[in-house]
């Protein structure tokens, strides 16, 4: 997936006839009082463009929320209102499910190496051009920037564009026009905008080079569409039928391009499809039959497959606002229309999934039975990295499995799944739920705890809480569910959805007492903070420190952007630093990032990446279960606010990690790097390293959690835990206190 059209698996030949032909060009004022139903993927890539280093930081956009906001008050000020549409579940079929994100891994790699041959321009369009981060990769953000500005959204039990589809043709008119990709021809929408084109005054008053925005001028702006009508006009009068065959035979999610159509390397045209499909009878098993020597027709079974596509457009899956599960033309829909699209979960489920309770990871685990772990950003070519997700991470994927199954029919409790990793796509890891024992959900059954006015479910709250010995007593229960208070607020749903969280990864014991990490992770937090930004940080260094791959071992020998500098030992203690430095956030203004990059440091950034999305999972899965088996209160609508309370949502990127060691090997280019006045002088430096940033309180954020991860191993050891190296931690910590 390297270009638009690949990453979103629309039809690219039609898009290219259809720009030069029939887009049309309209007054954006033509859309005033109405509301526009977004598509997320559509506009994450079409919209307001991102910041190019993305991919070689990871984490979160710094500049995206402004720019996103901006153009969405800008179309609001002339009445035009917006509903996004998110992906749910997986749907179609994945031919090669790992090619994409090793494409771009391919390309991010390339622009590293076109960054350390000192070409920084090049070096940034080729990051730009990677591909990364998906539409998918930025959901989680863009739904926050969304709830956070009062815009609405709605996640799709399966694609966005059939909901979308429902929105337009509901009685109630929910939308009154659509935003997204050619695809939406396939589902019935006769038109569509593909593209805002906003005017701007010239900035000529007094703020003009102060950085302000030029002010929003409707009157210029327009918007470009696409309509049915104009497509099979422009193509000859052909019927609907032949033009939704040739959309589907071009290449689409549903169904991959035909396969006698990439014989040829001059490439093919929608013409050239529509020619095809039409003088076949028209039918495309009729075409299929024609070549009846194409063994990627027979590898495919694009029969079956096209059938398969055409039932689930034609009875596509919505969800309405009451949270029902509906199938278009269900009266007519045959009985396995799910198996056309995907497997079917309980409707509770989607209806969490679409206020964005949940995300679609664990979900798709089960319904599809496969998990694929796709290369991170770097590539992930690190053995360390392969056997973390491979071997330290399956127990908590099992966990999150477990917890969902448990929570839903036998079926579900009894299903056995795959797991499958892009460095070796013949491996298959094989696991059933039900051999998981002692079951996590029987583990889990004592917790209940429904006080009015507890504190924001936060980690810091939960482990604090509990070193109260009468507070522990009465988060017992051994109450049946039917004789417990329903918990109601976000408060209590939060608290115990992290309680339910730290006894699953042995921070707190079966009897709600703290155990040695769980008061490792309270030290920690006593000297970092109690901020949410804080407590993540504080217990990933506990989880990577408990993988083993918290501390300074060579990982990534292939990779740029390790320190060079200095001895060994230097080199070693800068390493370390800088790695615990990755844990934390840069403080940077909303605009984009500019400034050193390290590939090595990404690689350790994929590490934290992964570390934190199976946290995040087993987080997602204790809330969701509590409201799957009755103990909460389901007449609400906060969902989000839970979301977003709970820990782990966002992550950081590793610019901080790569400031620091950028920091380290320029002291040692001088005679002294442990003087005041090089120290200083470097330190000014800094401060032209990251124009947007504030590069002095970032290394004060760095320093502040050095301490409190040194200081936890430390307690960690003195109460009996096997720390690996605590001398060279004692080193480093010597060693860091001169160049602070």
């Known amino acids: 997936m390297n270009n ?36 997320a993927a559509y506009y994450l890539l079409e919209g307001p463009p991102k910041e190019p280093l993305l991919s070689a930081l990871g984490g979160s956009p710094l500049a995206l929320e402004s720019a ?9 000020a002339i009445g035009i209102k917006v509903h996004f549409v998110f992906d749910g579940l997986d749907y179609g079929t994945k031919d090669d499910p790992f090619g994409p994100s090793v494409a771009s891994a391919t390309k991010i790699a390339t622009a590293f190496e076109t960054y350390e041959d000192c070409m920084a321009d090049q070096a940034i369009q080729v990051f730009r051009a990677s591909g990364t981060p998906t539409p998918a990769d930025l959901s989680q953000f863009l739904k926050k920037t969304l709830h956070k500005h009062g815009i609405p959204f709605t996640v799709a039990p399966y694609s966005s564009l059939a909901q979308l589809a429902y929105f337009a043709r509901h009685p109630n008119q929910f939308i009154d026009a659509i935003y997204g990709p050619s695809e939406l021809l396939l589902y019935g929408v006769d038109k ?10 010239p900035h000529d008053g007094p703020g003009r080079g102060n950085g302000k925005k030029a002010p929003f001028n409707p009157e210029n702006s327009v918007f470009d569409s696409v309509d049915r009508r104009s497509c099979l006009e422009e193509l000859g009068r052909i019927p609907s039928e032949v033009f939704v065959d040739s959309l589907l035979l071009a290449g689409s999610k549903l169904l991959p391009a035909f396969p006698p159509l990439k014989n040829s390397n001059k490439g ?46 034609r009875h596509h899956i919505a969800i309405t ?24 979960l309980p409707e509770e489920l989607n209806m969490y999934l679409s206020r964005g309770l949940i995300q679609s990871r664990v979900l798709n685990w089960l319904a599809s039975g496969t998990i694929l772990i796709l290369a991170p950003y770097d590539g992930g070519d690190s053995k360390v990295f392969q056997d973390l997700v491979r071997v330290q991470l399956e127990e908590p994927r099992r966990i999150a499995l477990s917890l969902l199954a448990d929570a839903l029919n036998r ?38 705890k429904e006080t009015p006015g507890l504190s924001l479910g936060s980690i810091s709250f939960a482990i604090r809480s509990l070193q109260d010995v009468d507070f522990t007593a009465q988060t017992v229960s051994s109450q049946a569910k039917g004789g417990q208070k329903l918990l109601k607020t976000r408060e209590e749903i939060c608290a115990n959805a992290v309680w339910r969280f730290l006894q699953l990864r042995g921070y707190v014991d079966r009897q709600h007492r703290l155990t040695v990490w769980g008061n490792v992770l ?9 901020s949410l930004e804080q407590e993540t940080a504080a217990l990933l260094a506990i989880e990577l420190l408990r993988h083993g791959v918290l501390n300074a071992d060579t990982m990534f020998n292939q990779y740029s952007g390790a320190p060079f500098r200095g001895s060994d030992i230097d080199k070693r203690n800068c390493m370390l630093v800088a790695r615990v430095a990755c844990l934390g956030r840069l403080i940077h203004q909303s605009r984009g990032y500019s400034g050193p ?50 820990p782990f949502y966002d992550e950081d990127s590793c610019a901080l990690g790569v400031l620091m060691l950028h920091y380290f090997d320029e002291l040692l280019t001088r005679e002294d790097p442990t003087s005041e006045y090089t120290k200083e002088e470097i330190k000014a430096h800094g401060r032209r390293w990251v124009v947007n940033g504030d590069f002095k309180a970032s290394q004060e954020q760095a320093y502040k959690l050095w301490d409190a991860v040194y200081h936890g191993i430390k307690l960690a050891k003195e109460d009996g835990e096997d720390i690996r190296e605590l001398t060279m931690w004692d080193d480093v910590d010597h060693w860091l206190s001169q160049r602070r």
């Open 4 to 39: 638009l059209a690949d990453l979103l698996l629309i039809v690219p030949v039609f898009d290219t006839w259809a720009a030069n032909r029939i887009t049309k060009s309209m007054p954006i004022s033509c859309l005033g009082d109405s509301i526009i139903g977004i598509d």
């Open 68 to 76: 996103i906001v901006e153009e969405l008050n800008n179309l609001r």
């Open 192 to 201: 569509f905008i593909t593209k805002f084109r906003l005017a701007f005054h």
């Open 268 to 313: 093919y045209s929608i013409r050239d499809v529509i020619a095809l499909v039409g003088g076949s009878g028209p039918s495309v098993v009729n075409l299929c039959n024609q070549y009846p020597d194409d063994a990627n027709i027979q590898r495919l079974n694009y029969v079956d497959r096209y059938k398969q596509a055409i039932t689930s457009i």
């Open 321 to 344: 606002m009451e949270g029902d599960i509906e199938a278009l033309d269900g009266a007519n829909a045959p009985s396995d229309v799910h198996d056309c699209v995907g497997q079917r």
């Open 411 to 448: 079926y579900y409790q009894r299903k056995e799944i795959t797991t499958k990793f892009w460095y070796d796509p013949l491996y298959v890891q094989r696991m059933n739920i039900k051999d998981l024992l002692p079951s996590p959900k029987d583990a889990l059954a004592s917790w209940k």
């Open 522 to 530: 309270d030290g920690m937090l006593s000297k970092l903070g109690y």
């Open 597 to 646: 990059l390290s590939r090595h440091m990404l690689a350790y950034h994929s590490m934290i990446s992964a570390v934190q999305a199976s946290v995040r999972d087993l987080v997602e899965m204790s809330a969701v279960t509590m409201f799957l088996e009755g103990y909460v209160d389901r007449e609400r609508d906060d969902w989000m606010d839970i979301a977003l309370t709970l």
